[in-house]
């Protein structure tokens, strides 16, 4: 079993900055990828960041350049850093984890909003 929390979404204006982060409890040490997906009202789910326990990361196409993930492995922490919000960004930030051995599974944070608003 592995439980994900999220923190540090919150409301903030366009073009401002803001570092969520989740600390991942429980059999942390399969946690071969942790990362963000979002999802916006009336939209689907989608990807924003992932990284691997051997540092590779990878980001959605909507996504790329004012998203930085960051990993912990020590502590147990996966870390985004947005900048330049924008209000398409507003949306519930999911943090996701994923366990190569068998059985493969994913596990999913509670979520953290984001508003973005002027």
């Known amino acids: 079993q592995v439980q994900l929390v999220e923190s540090g979404g919150g409301l903030a204006q366009p073009g401002e900055s803001l570092r969520l982060s989740c600390r991942a409890s429980?059999?942390?040490?399969?946690?071969?990828?942790m990362g963000w997906y979002r999802q916006a009202p009336g939209k689907q789910r989608e990807l924003v960041a992932t990284?691997?326990?051997?540092?590779?990361?990878h980001y959605g196409e909507s996504t790329k350049g004012r998203f930085t993930v960051s990993r912990d492995n020590a502590k147990d922490t996966v870390h985004l850093q947005i900048n330049s919000l924008t209000p398409e960004d507003t949306a519930v930030y999911f943090c996701?984890?994923?366990?190569?051995?068998?059985?493969?599974?994913?596990?999913w944070g509670q979520g953290t909003q984001v508003t973005v608003s002027s």
């Open positions: 429980g059999n942390t040490l399969t946690l071969t990828v």
């Open positions: 990284m691997t326990n051997t540092g590779s990361s």
């Open positions: 996701f984890g994923h366990i190569n051995n068998w059985p493969p599974r994913d596990y």
